[in-house]
């Protein structure tokens, strides 16, 4: 017979089961403060399926604000009926909620503020709230969530939310709410990353930083070192005044230089990993730090060399429209009738020009593709046999077909002392030097002996280990390294 | 004891807690239709863990057009099975399917179908079938998406699914079924917003009419402007046949005109909206609705702005290809010769020229980053503090280097009385009007002391209030406004 | 009263469903490896709220390589405690698993492994590991997802994770498990399917393969045309040196002809399903296999064809930079004085480039929308109306404004025997047979007699049915068909 002793904690369970699937489907929710992102919050998360009550400290005034789905009650109501509370107030204002101690407490509060400019303080907004409520759990999270994203449904690239707490549970429940509503929650450890957290959404392009101070300084030296040979060099020699060149023409000599060597800086760091990896026999020990970085930032070198490249193509169409060319073409006819030339063709130079012409333009197109594959939501659609093919092969004949033009322009300047005008070497010739030499390590690389070398390094060969007992561990898989840290395609 | 009595509620609990369980596992729903969209919804809804049963009214030939997982059944019999039925039936076939009114009795009815062109009925599919079945639930939703989105899976920009019904529980199932299938339920309210949901499927860009239309305004008014001048004044008064212009040069000094001034009309709501809350005192008073659609199309408004500029910037670059610049330059040659002139030189021609070019290819990059962060990918991999910063600051930088592009190519004409034609002053010097206008207010705003009572005013402060009471409540939170609706890039 | 015996099973029951509950929860997952696509997948399943243990061989070792919430133990342990076990290893080292057989006995094996090159193996890898691990279920999945797609969350485009198995019941648990990670499963059938899940990764752009083969026959043909007219006959006849021609004009001429050739070929299938559809009466009957692989490739075709127009308006603004322009030009001023020519002007000649070069750039501009409108990001944010009517409308206004810009640039010459080198045809009239036919055909297909059947034909009509009994079935729905697979925008 079941005496009623046993019966209690059946009854007790079943209707707790009971509960908890009401609650599975259909929780309760608090958010405190009724600003623009608690508004958009409770948008959300209505339409996501769940019960919304929000505090406020004033219900009537704030109630038309809110979509219908949620109710407006006082922040007392709200904190006592549900569970996770989402604290959507400012920092300076986080002792007005005092009041509440009482019924907050055993909850979970989510903190979801932000700083509005890198702050000096020591303590994090979420670990000021957890100072204040020692009986909550604090949660930090959501605040690199925009109130748009939140009306509007969440959206590739920014569908991640970061998390943070002390307790796994209370991680967990977050996790899961910002799950239902459509976002990716991302662990990131305890309270104290809540720091580190907070000061994502003041980020500025950080990843753009050294690249574009890098292509920067390039252009600054190629400017500068053009301007001494193109303006400075005929002025102080001949008298010849060419100051007009210093807005259009020595720009436009200067930025393909900037274009061809930032796109051979995408190449160098795979090139060192590649060395580093068969020097040390393994690939499973780190790179250095700054390596590691470079690798990470070779989409923005690539896509500044695009821009540059694209800049470069656009000024030089430009060349002919300018009144300067006009009159040089004019004094050039004159001077032909007054020679009485019947014909100025010179069919070596022709021959020059539509071959340099060619390459730079093929040059361009191969470049606008990778661009376009840069794009998040073309790359996307690649999978990972088309990525690195575009990002690889095409890069390199990229880099091939840019060094052919470069070449053309050329053509035997370097080989004519009077090129090397205040002793300084043509422009051109300078800009091949890295970019050689990436070829050229390529080259190496490719060999077969070293190639077969590589490549057993990076499906997780180790030298001096027995492969019996190490393989089975490592499994390279073909889609194993991310796009920007795979240094796969040197 | 435990008394038999006692034991039966706990009996039904727990088999019911069992039903619900296998039923949130994998629950069964029925399709009503054979056609296009029925299959590609009962192929999604298997995928996506479904029992599916199809209602055919001949399942044997109607079998092998589904995928193996979805069972075909008569229509009695679906009827019978599945709790939620999507009816993918066009609404003149409706009253076929009378038969099944028991069957269906108390069942939800997801309704999916559209108009296929704008209807001129005054009630919408969904209300139609609901008057039809009585005895059901009927829910509105799915209609806009694709057969596509439905087969391929959900994907970015289109995976919202907007549901409306009286019924809030059928609406709840129906929002958790989207959900599973991997989309954003949007709750629009009541069955009468159905004929609002019908509707959206037909729309043709409806946030580009009126910047479309403002464009080609713009574009026709200054066209004939330039008409005037360029083409009727050289004929009226000198009898000078310049028809040939109408083609490609007329567009082309008609083109830029456009493009700055479309720039500067993205950054008038902005203005007018910060001049709006100074002078209210709040962020929450509501802004007059034409200012709030204008806010809202700035994004199209910018990338006419761009069309337009970059438009200008092919018909520039093909100047120096036409017949007619080529027989100008002969017939230069000619005259030069004949008049001896050793050289044609005129250095403050060439000057303004290189410096009209230079802030040209500068402006049109500016635009060209502009406009590619407003590709929804590569914005949404954007934090707010970028997205703003790209969208404010830059876009500043445009219309200032814009202004200088306008005023080199103006140069002095506006100061020579032969420009005046027709007593019409130059055309740049009417462009310049709104972009001037906008960038003396945007040197206003940015003061120091306006600035700072914006920016109190933008986190929630209000004329007029008590700081202590107000302030809780309002969470300016940094990533606060809409990418649309944000004012505080002014 | 309740007996014992009466209550075992729900004891049971309740019991069990608690631990359904919390497996709901949280269940447990094992993974076998310690690789890069191990550890990603551990990262992934941890922050996606699973219990995650990990099978080493040195746990020890491991443990640092693996997410602080993932649990690192042996393979045994690892084996024993979850029901669904990952599988990170290669093919070469299952053996090395056949210790775990006991413990993975009644498990559900995950095989996530890819081949590294195209494989002349005729068993899978997943049936290979099925025939090591007889008494496990193994299911094939997430081989086409890169371990950077599960570290950095899943993204549009490459969400889905196709899923094969011969056991119902153990797919149903990893596409539940897929789901709570983000991603879209996708069901592929029995396990047999394995081999072509696997060959998936490895694939390099299929769907571009004839289009590409397409444009460069197109282009090598029109070249080889083109050289005879332009080198070979000017040479052969006058013994004039035009090999100068070969980098640039040549290439000039040949690719507006691909471009204009690969646009109309993107209108060729609809036309042709329109006319089946016409001439079968019905939309049921299905279109031969290579009316649908055309149907499907018309997207890349349209992007070659942009490509193309692209690099051609690219080559002809860089026609004024070249040498043999300048010296051209100086030739023809030099003829000009000697002839004491006053005025070079062509009035008729000017007005036809004038208006060519207007055709030209508006040709650009809407194959660039259209090309805008490709990328994935911006398709998704339109609705079927408006991606049709961009698709189709704005479409055909580009192949029309191409066959004007076409037509002007041939203006007299197919009248002038002279131009009948070798006796063969201009090559713009060899260029303007397939898109006028085009033009022509959809002309046709737009009269409203033929019209009004096809849409009939579309909703669903068919020749010799009731109507009465057929339509119900059918649904047309507005956004039925497929972006690629819709022929309805003829």
């Known amino acids: 017979m079941a005496s009623p002793d046993m019966m209690k904690p059946l009854l007790r369970n079943s209707v707790e089961v009971e509960q908890a699937l009401s609650e599975l489907k259909c929780p309760t929710v608090g958010i405190l403060g009724s600003g623009d992102f608690a508004r958009s919050l409770a948008t959300r998360l209505v339409s996501s399926g769940f019960r919304v009550v929000v505090g406020s400290r004033n219900p009537k005034r704030s109630a038309s604000l809110f979509p219908p789905g949620a109710e407006v009650a006082t922040q007392q109501e709200a904190a006592g009926q549900a569970d996770v509370v989402f604290v959507a107030v400012f920092r300076e204002h986080y002792s007005t909620l005092c009041d509440l101690k009482e019924a907050l407490a055993g909850k979970v509060l989510v903190d979801v503020s932000n700083d509005t400019e890198p702050s000096l303080r020591l303590q994090s907004n979420a670990e000021h709230l957890g100072s204040l409520f020692p009986?909550?759990?604090?949660?930090?999270?959501?605040?690199?969530?925009?109130?748009?994203?939140?009306?509007?449904?969440?959206?590739?690239?920014?569908?991640?939310?970061?998390?943070?707490?002390?307790?796994?549970?209370?991680?967990?429940?977050?996790?899961?709410?910002?799950?239902?509503?459509?976002?990716?929650?991302v662990d990131?450890?305890?309270?104290?990353?809540?720091?580190?957290?907070?000061?994502?959404?003041?980020?500025?392009?950080?990843?753009?930083?050294?690249?574009?101070?890098?292509?920067?300084?390039?252009?600054?030296?190629?400017?500068?070192?053009?301007?001494?040979?193109?303006?400075?060099?005929?002025?102080?020699?001949?008298g010849q005044n060419s100051f007009y060149k210093i807005p259009v023409e020595i720009v436009n000599v200067s930025l393909p230089c900037v274009a061809y060597v930032m796109l051979s800086l995408v190449y160098v760091p795979g090139i060192l990993a590649a060395f580093l990896q068969l020097r040390h026999g393994t690939k499973y020990r780190r790179f250095p730090g700054w390596l590691d970085r470079w690798l990470q930032q070779r989409k923005q070198?690539?896509?500044?060399?695009?821009?540059?490249?694209?800049?470069?193509?656009?000024?030089?169409?430009?060349?002919?429209?300018?009144?300067?060319?006009?009159?040089?073409?004019?004094?050039?006819?004159?001077?032909?009738?007054?020679?009485?030339?019947?014909?100025?063709?010179?069919?070596?130079?022709?021959?020059?020009?539509?071959?340099?012409?060619?390459?730079?333009?093929?040059?361009?197109?191969?470049?606008?593709?990778?661009?376009?594959?840069?794009?998040?939501?073309?790359?996307?659609?690649?999978?990972?046999?088309?990525?690195?093919?575009?990002?690889?092969?095409?890069?390199?004949?990229?880099l091939l077909i840019a060094t052919l033009h470069t070449l053309t322009f050329g053509w035997k300047k370097a080989f004519n002392p009077a090129q090397y005008k205040f002793y300084l070497p043509p422009t051109y010739a300078l800009a091949l030097v890295v970019p050689c030499a990436v070829l050229l390590c390529r080259t190496y690389l490719l060999l077969p002996c070293v190639n077969a070398r590589l490549t057993k390094i990076?499906?997780?060969?180790?030298?001096?280990?027995?492969?019996?007992?190490?393989?089975?561990?490592?499994m390279g898989h073909c889609n194993v390294n991310s796009a920007q840290e795979d240094v796969s395609n040197v």
């Open 135 to 185: 009986e909550c759990t604090v949660v930090k999270g959501f605040n690199v969530i925009s109130a748009w994203a939140l009306q509007s449904g969440p959206r590739d690239g920014n569908r991640q939310v970061l998390i943070c707490s002390d307790s796994r549970e209370a991680k967990s429940s977050v996790s899961h709410l910002a799950r239902s509503m459509g976002f990716i929650p």
């Open 188 to 238: 990131m450890g305890p309270l104290s990353s809540a720091k580190e957290i907070e000061s994502i959404p003041l980020r500025l392009f950080p990843s753009w930083k050294t690249p574009v101070l890098c292509s920067l300084g390039l252009f600054c030296f190629f400017y500068g070192y053009n301007f001494i040979r193109g303006v400075i060099h005929p002025f102080v020699t001949k």
């Open 301 to 398: 070198i690539g896509l500044l060399s695009f821009l540059s490249a694209a800049l470069h193509a656009v000024y030089s169409l430009c060349l002919p429209m300018r009144k300067s060319a006009r009159y040089h073409l004019l004094n050039d006819a004159f001077k032909q009738v007054k020679a009485g030339q019947e014909s100025a063709w010179v069919e070596e130079e022709v021959w020059r020009m539509e071959i340099y012409l060619s390459f730079g333009i093929l040059a361009l197109a191969v470049l606008s593709l990778l661009a376009i594959t840069s794009l998040p939501s073309v790359g996307n659609s690649l999978n990972w046999r088309e990525f690195s093919f575009i990002q690889s092969n095409l890069g390199y004949t990229a």
């Open 458 to 474: 990076r499906r997780g060969w180790e030298r001096g280990r027995l492969t019996r007992f190490q393989l089975p561990e490592e």
